[in-house]
């Protein structure tokens, strides 16, 4: 994974790239003279770290899937984090297949994200569901939060657990909290004064990062699998900070009638099409604002205020998003299911009544129904 321009300077201490001090615009780059300084990182981490710079350059997708195809012909213990905020979106497809016979253990990350009273019992049976019908076979399901330390302890037990001496390889989607996680297991557990580059936006570990463990085996850093079915790979970058949530959801419930429509922002659209009057609850970042109009004025309502009234995004960044496709979904009675628009959050459907529902996303963003999650 050494471009062409590398030095023999060896590997940013960050995010894993090979280093070179010959191109300041390329990946890797170092200033001659600082990278005698340890630990190395490279000119994109530190702005990263000092400036909180955004980069978008991002690993070649192929290469990824080499990379994480290798993990099967190694003895490994697989780590894969994936996001409660979008556990649809950042689900790893066909990760067994990535991993071969080696043990994986499911993190459910960004925990504290979730509303206050929520049941981990039922959220960790929730996950297990959703975990065998993606096919997937994990050996423990742990939740926690990297960020504010919440079951840490349950995740350094279970790898504890299932490592049997061998390395580890973190993987998951971009934006997980990778790194992260990695960093805290670095602070509590070695004396390593070096550090993963971590940040809000997606696609900061560009390498492989290998942090040597006591028994002489490993702890891997990987780059986040890109998807661009997230909406967080496809929003312009200064909107990330509203769309993802930086503390815990607050349940916002609509009593709706028939043909009433609820915009979020001006990324997504929800039709209450028809059925009995009901309530919704919608789990979304409290930054996106939510208008509830009349089913008949909402494309009159869009046209006339997207950008502004209904924002994010504004109106300067529409342009550059895919336009809306409308997907239908028929809520049976009885049913306790969530519409999960990856990136924006979901919409819990009691469905005491059954519902005609069409949600209106941007072009190619994944929209699907699931059993609710709470
Ligand atoms: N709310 C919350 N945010 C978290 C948590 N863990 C990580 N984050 C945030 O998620 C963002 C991404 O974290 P990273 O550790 O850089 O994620 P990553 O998976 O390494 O990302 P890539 O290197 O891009 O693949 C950062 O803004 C973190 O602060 C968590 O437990 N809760
Ligand atoms: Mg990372």
Not at 259 to 268: D, H, I, P, V
Request: glycine share 8%; hydrophobic share 40%.
């Amino acid at each position: 994974m050494t471009d062409s321009l590398s030095d023999p300077l060896g590997t940013c201490t960050g995010c894993g790239v090979a280093l070179q001090s010959r191109e300041p615009e390329l990946l890797g780059y170092v200033p001659v003279g600082t990278a005698d300084v340890r630990p190395v990182v490279c000119q994109r981490c530190y702005r990263i770290r000092n400036y909180n710079e955004t980069s978008s350059i991002t690993m070649d997708q192929e290469q990824f899937r080499r990379l994480l195809g290798s993990i099967a012909h190694r003895q490994a213990l697989v780590v894969n984090i994936v996001d409660i905020f979008d556990f649809d979106g950042s689900l790893i497809n066909g990760l067994q297949r990535y991993v071969g016979q080696n043990t994986i253990v499911l993190v459910v990350n960004k925990i504290d994200l979730l509303p206050k009273v929520s049941n981990w019992n039922k959220i960790v049976n929730w996950v297990q569901r959703q975990a065998k019908e993606h096919g997937l076979r994990v050996a423990e399901i742990v939740l926690c939060s990297a960020k504010k330390n919440i079951g840490f302890d349950r995740v350094v037990h279970a790898i504890a657990a299932h490592r049997q001496g061998r390395d580890i390889y973190v993987v998951g989607a971009t934006n997980v909290g990778k790194s992260t996680l990695i960093n805290r297991l670095i602070r509590d557990f070695s004396d390593l004064q070096s550090e993963l580059t971590t940040s809000q936006y997606p696609g900061t570990t560009l390498d492989l990062v290998k942090i040597p463990l006591d028994d002489g085996k490993q702890i891997i850093d990987t780059p986040g699998i890109v998807y661009t079915h997230r909406l967080t790979e496809i929003a312009p970058k200064s909107d990330l900070k509203k769309l993802i949530p930086d503390r815990p959801l607050k349940p916002m419930v609509y009593q709706l009638n028939d043909k009433q429509t609820l915009f979020f922002g001006g990324y997504a659209r929800f039709d209450f099409v028809s059925g009995a009057r009901q309530s919704f609850t919608c789990y979304l970042s409290q930054a996106i604002p939510i208008h509830r109009t009349k089913l008949e004025r909402a494309d009159e309502l869009y046209e006339e205020h997207a950008g502004e009234m209904l924002a994010p995004p504004v109106k300067s960044e529409l342009d550059a998003l895919p336009h809306w496709v409308k997907h239908h979904f028929h809520i049976p009675k009885g049913a306790d299911d969530d519409v999960l628009i990856s990136g924006i959050g979901w919409v819990h459907m009691n469905g005491k009544a059954g519902a005609h529902i069409v949600v209106h996303a941007p072009k190619g963003v994944k929209v699907a129904m699931r059993r609710a999650l709470i």
